[in-house]
């Protein structure tokens, strides 16, 4: 069966910490993405990556970072958590072609309240 | 104007109702169209890709109308284990790997 794993369902961060959200596929998925979830705004592509070390940035970026350094694995980083990044963040993957080739697998999310 | 748009909802319905959803999406150029599932607090799962020609999956249907630049999702007999919100993706030119998905309609099924 195929997997998607984040590390943290629910998380409580202060402002200005440094934040890591992790995010494993067990599909030797080329793709992988993270996503932000809000009310009214539906699902945001902060930024994805179609191979070990290669990123590229989606539509909302700014505020975040993301590393691959192996290709199951890939985390996004808030370097300076602020409150308005209080969202559910989603990590997805897919084969090489992206989600036309195929289905986005996502994970079960990571709930980000940041105080 | 939104790329992709859905209305809300929520749509209520008793078991055993026909309902159907819309989506318009701005961008003529769209290639690729889906309606994923998420249920409440859990993540989206592709439900079904929509084809030029329509295409049914049980009691599901997808039809896309490309003059009027919308998709629909059809379900037939609605079943309690229906109720969730139905998004709407659809992959638009301009970038790689670019999808953009609709917010969201909701719908609950009622005994």
């Known amino acids: 069966d195929v997997k998607v794993t984040q590390s943290s369902r629910y998380l409580v961060k202060r402002t200005g910490e440094k934040v890591f959200l992790e995010c494993v596929q067990d599909?030797?998925?080329?793709?992988m993405f993270w996503y932000r979830q809000d009310p009214g705004l539906g699902l945001r592509l902060i930024y994805f990556?179609?191979?070990?070390?290669?990123?590229e940035k989606g539509d909302i970026p700014e505020g975040y970072s993301v590393s691959r350094e192996k290709k199951e694995r890939f985390s996004l980083i808030l370097e300076s958590a602020s409150t308005n990044q209080t969202s559910m963040y989603l990590c997805?993957?897919?084969?090489?072609?992206?989600?036309?080739?195929?289905?986005?697998?996502f994970g079960e999310g990571s709930r980000l309240t940041v105080l | 104007r939104k790329e992709v748009e859905q209305d809300p909802g929520p749509f209520n319905v008793p078991e055993g109702a026909t309902v159907a959803f819309n989506c318009t999406y701005s961008?003529?150029?769209?290639?690729?169209f889906f309606w994923y599932r998420q249920d409440c607090r859990k993540e989206p799962k592709l439900l079904m890709s929509?084809?030029?020609s329509g295409n049914e999956d049980g009691r599901f249907t997808a039809q896309l109308n490309r003059a009027s630049q919308y998709i629909s999702l059809l379900i037939r007999d609605s079943k309690l284990s229906d109720s969730a919100t139905y998004l709407c993706?659809?992959?638009?030119?301009?970038?790689?790997?670019?999808?953009?998905f609709g917010t969201g309609t909701k719908l609950q099924v009622i005994p």
């Open positions: 997805a993957s897919s084969i090489a072609g992206g989600p036309v080739a195929g289905e986005l697998f």
């Open positions: 599909m030797d998925h080329e793709n």
């Open positions: 990556s179609y191979d070990v070390k290669m990123k």
């Open positions: 961008n003529s150029a769209s290639q690729s």
């Open positions: 929509v084809y030029s």
């Open positions: 993706v659809v992959k638009t030119p301009g970038g790689y790997q670019k999808v953009t």
